[in-house]
T-cell receptor, first 118, second 109 residues
Framework: GAVVSQHPSRVICKSGTSVKIECRSL??????MFWYRQFPKQSLMLMAT?????????EQGVEKDKFLINHASLTLSTLTVTSAHPEDSSFYIC??????????????FGDGTRLSIL | KQEVTQIPAALSVPEGENLVLNCSFT??????LQWFRQDPGKGLTSLLL?????REQTSGRLNASLDKSSGRSTLYIAASQPGDSATYLC????????FGTGTSLTVIP
C-alpha cells in the first residue's frame, strides 16, 4: 500500500536552531502534500498545503517565514522550522495525496515528527 | 468554517464490550469522512473511509456509519480488545481535512 515516510521521527534541539523535517511519498507521486501540527491532547490542525513547483498555501495564523515549506519534487516536501523556540515544540505530521487518484480518495499520513525545543 | 466534534472525549470499557464513538460536523458539503487511530506519540492509521454517497463501511470488528444530512458519523467497535486502546480521530474532507479532537479509548483486560 501507499506509504509516506517522515523523517526524523524525533528532534531535540536548542532554542534558535532551525530544524528541517522531510516528508516523502515512497510509491506514488504527490502534487499536493499537507503539513499538520498537533499539540498535546488536541487534534491535528492544518498548517499549510504544499504544492509541487509552486508556493505553499498557509492557513490563517501560520507564519510563512517561520515555517518554510519546499516541495521541489513530486515525492518530497520539507518543512523547516526556522529559529525554533520552546513554543514551537509540537508533533508535526505530513500527508500526501496520490496525483493519480481523485481528490476524494484518502490521503496517506506520515508517522509524525516530535519536535522538542529546549 | 467546518467544525468537527467527537464525543466522548475519553472512554474506558472492559474487554469484550461493544462500543460506539460519535463524530459530528457542521458543514455537510464533504467529499468523505475518515476514521483514524492514533497511538501515543505516533502518526495516524486509517481505519475506514466513507464516501459522501455511502452510508457505512465495515472492516473486521469495525463499522462506521455516515449520515451526511444530520452531520453525524459513528464508529462501532465490536468485542473490544486491549489492543484497541488508542485515540480515535474522525476527519471530514471537503477542500481540506478537518479533524475532530479525538476519543481516547482504554480497553481494560
Amino acid at each position: 500500500g501507499a506509504v509516506v515516510s517522515q523523517h526524523p521521527s524525533r528532534v531535540i534541539c536548542k532554542s534558535g536552531t532551525s530544524v528541517k523535517i522531510e516528508c516523502r511519498s515512497l510509491d506514488f507521486q504527490a502534487t499536493t502534500m499537507f503539513w499538520y501540527r498537533q499539540f498535546p491532547k488536541q487534534s491535528l490542525m492544518l498548517m499549510a498545503t504544499s504544492n509541487e513547483g509552486s508556493k505553499a498555501t498557509y492557513e490563517q495564523g501560520v507564519e510563512k517565514d517561520k515555517f518554510l515549506i519546499n516541495h521541489a519534487s513530486l515525492t518530497l516536501s520539507t518543512l523547516t522550522v526556522t529559529s525554533a523556540h520552546p513554543e514551537d515544540s509540537s508533533f508535526y505530521i505530513c500527508s500526501a495525496r496520490d496525483r493519480n487518484r481523485g481528490s476524494n480518495q484518502p490521503q496517506h499520513f506520515g508517522d509524525g515528527t516530535r519536535l522538542s525545543i529546549l | 468554517k467546518q467544525e468537527v466534534t467527537q464525543i466522548p472525549a475519553a472512554l474506558s470499557v472492559p474487554e469484550g464490550e461493544n462500543l460506539v464513538l460519535n463524530c459530528s460536523f457542521t458543514d455537510s458539503a464533504i467529499y468523505n469522512l475518515q476514521w483514524f487511530r492514533q497511538d501515543p506519540g505516533k502518526g495516524l492509521t486509517s481505519l475506514l473511509l466513507i464516501q459522501s454517497s455511502q452510508r457505512e463501511q465495515t472492516s473486521g470488528r469495525l463499522n462506521a456509519s455516515l449520515d451526511k444530512s444530520s452531520g453525524r458519523s459513528t464508529l462501532y467497535i465490536a468485542a473490544s480488545q486491549p489492543g484497541d486502546s488508542a485515540t480515535y480521530l474522525c476527519a471530514v474532507y471537503g477542500n481540506q481535512f478537518y479533524f475532530g479532537t479525538g476519543t481516547s479509548l482504554t480497553v481494560i483486560p
